[in-house]
T-cell receptor
Framework: SQQGEEDPQALSIQEGENATMNCSYK?????LQWYRQNSGRGLVHLIL?????REKHSGRLRVTLDTSKKSSSLLITASRAADTASYFC????????????FGGGTRLMVKP | EAQVTQNPRYLITVTGKKLTVTCSQN?????MSWYRQDPGLGLRQIYY???????DKGDVPEGYKVSRKEKRNFPLILESPSPNQTSLYFC?????????????FGPGTRLTVL
């Protein structure tokens, strides 16, 4: 079952603009992770935010987490054509093993 | 280079013909997992393994088998493939299977069952 739901499903912007993607989830979590997938390839981990954190930065990435609203956002600043990819949020089920549940993803296109 | 490898990368087969997709990792990870990715459904976990000889069902295990005889290998077996198993499959591994562990994904295997 999908725990995370990304919004929008697709996003098209110009190079240099910021891109914001949102993720909503249904049940309590310990951590939320964001992954990136280039077309047809494996997913690559971007960033993890714990349930007791509200904001985290990594390079041009900024992730926020609002546990009261059960939502997270991923902001990519000063986007580049190379950022074109699908972005997925993944939430844990609270116990090891059946680790991560992925959302359907946001397809980001950055036009040069 | 630390990586997860899968073989084959592409496979076209017919209904009922048994097949195996191999997965291997060279990071000494305890945890390994298989996902399938379908349009509009995101990634869904098929099976996972916390360590050698320990495997458990994920969200969509029907029609699949796995084994974990060695730490580095986690093959996915389709005993009698059906067209609804046409999908993009990913193997992943992580250090210990903790929710905070980063998962490392293989390049994917695109399977078509006719």
């Amino acid at each position: 079952s999908q725990q995370g739901e990304e919004d929008p499903q697709a996003l098209s912007i110009q190079e240099g603009e910021n891109a914001t993607m949102n993720c909503s989830y249904k049940t309590s979590i310990n951590n939320l992770q964001w992954y990136r997938q280039n077309s047809g390839r494996g997913l690559v981990h971007l960033i993890l935010i714990r349930s007791n954190e509200r904001e985290k930065h990594s390079g041009r990435l900024r992730v926020t987490l609002d546990t009261s609203k059960k939502s997270s956002s991923l902001l990519i600043t000063a986007s580049r054509a190379a950022d074109t990819a699908s972005y997925f949020c993944a939430t844990d089920a609270g116990y090891a093993g059946n680790m991560l549940t992925f959302g359907g993803g946001t397809r980001l296109m950055v036009k040069p | 280079e630390a990586q997860v490898t899968q073989n084959p990368r592409y496979l076209i087969t017919v209904t009922g013909k048994k097949l195996t997709v191999t997965c291997s990792q060279n990071m000494n990870h305890e945890y390994m997992s298989w996902y399938r990715q379908d349009p509009g459904l995101g990634l869904r976990q098929i099976y996972y393994s916390m360590n050698v000889e320990v495997t458990d069902k994920g969200d969509v295990p029907e029609g699949y088998k796995v084994s974990r005889k060695e730490k580095r290998n986690f093959p996915l077996i389709l005993e009698s493939p059906s067209p609804n198993q046409t999908s993009l499959y990913f193997c992943a591994s992580s250090l210990q299977g903790r929710p905070s562990d980063t998962q490392y994904f293989g390049p994917g295997t695109r399977l078509t069952v006719l």
